[in-house]
């Protein structure tokens, strides 16, 4: 069961355009919303993250938007350059009781932002 | 500080040959994550530790995989017997989680290519 999907598979945007990576999950236990960067070669990197008690989070150019009735978030990069070219994941995570918490990855969208 | 250290960085071996991937925590953090890269399956979680302790290992394939953390700042992730289908890039994450969300840092992967 794939809980958190993700969606497009790929995109590709001109230089100084909006890119728009969509994500939903089904568990409406997740609590915390992540987006991580990778670029080729390279491990994941957190890049912002939200939780579910505001509507939006920004930092410089991206943006996160959550919409939890839909249970639904997306990543917004503004003015989008050559160098977020990489790929982006989404990522939900379920806090417990006992203090252990895990996240569960969307399947990632490979970004390419042209000159 | 170095950030989570893996090796090797890549590998390759023939079917039926054992394998032992190596992580080296940041230092101080308290939980430890081994996940698996494929493009058709994307991120999946294997193992995760907290306090040295196995939590949760329900992603490991199967029997052929283990994983140890003997002490804080070195665990390991073991295949045995090998497959062709165990080829992808593994990668190890560790965070310090002190009551909420900690967000967990990647290492740079190990590229695994069973023959």
């Known amino acids: 069961q794939q809980q958190v999907k993700q969606s497009p598979q790929s995109l590709i945007v001109q230089k100084g355009g909006i890119s728009i990576i969509n994500c939903a999950y089904e568990n409406t236990a997740f609590d915390y919303f992540p987006w991580y960067q990778q670029f080729p070669g390279k491990g994941p990197a957190l890049l912002i993250a939200i939780r579910p008690d505001v509507s939006e989070k920004k930092e410089g150019r991206f943006t996160i938007s959550f919409n939890k009735s839909a249970k639904q978030f997306s990543l917004h990069i503004m003015d989008s350059q050559p160098g977020d070219s990489a790929t982006y994941f989404c990522?939900?995570?379920?806090?417990?009781?006992?203090?252990?918490?895990?996240?569960?990855f969307g399947k990632g969208t490979m970004l390419l932002v042209s000159p | 500080d170095a950030g989570v250290i893996q090796s090797p960085r890549h590998e390759v071996t023939e079917m039926g040959q054992e394998v032992t991937l190596r992580c080296k925590p940041i230092?101080?953090?308290?939980?430890l994550f081994w996940y698996r890269q494929t493009m058709m399956r994307g991120l999946e979680l294997l193992i995760y530790f907290n306090n040295n302790v196995p939590i949760d290992d329900s992603g490991m394939p199967e029997d052929r995989f283990s994983a140890k953390m003997p002490n804080a700042s070195f665990s390991t992730l073991k295949i045995q017997p090998s497959e062709p289908r165990d080829s992808a890039v593994y990668f190890c994450?560790?965070?310090?989680?002190?009551?909420?969300?900690?967000?967990?840092?990647f290492g740079p992967g190990t590229r695994l290519t069973v023959l």
């Open positions: 230092s101080g953090h308290n939980s």
């Open positions: 994450a560790s965070s310090l989680r002190v009551g909420g969300w900690g967000t967990q840092y």
């Open positions: 990522a939900a995570g379920e806090g417990s009781n006992s203090g252990y918490s895990t996240l569960t």
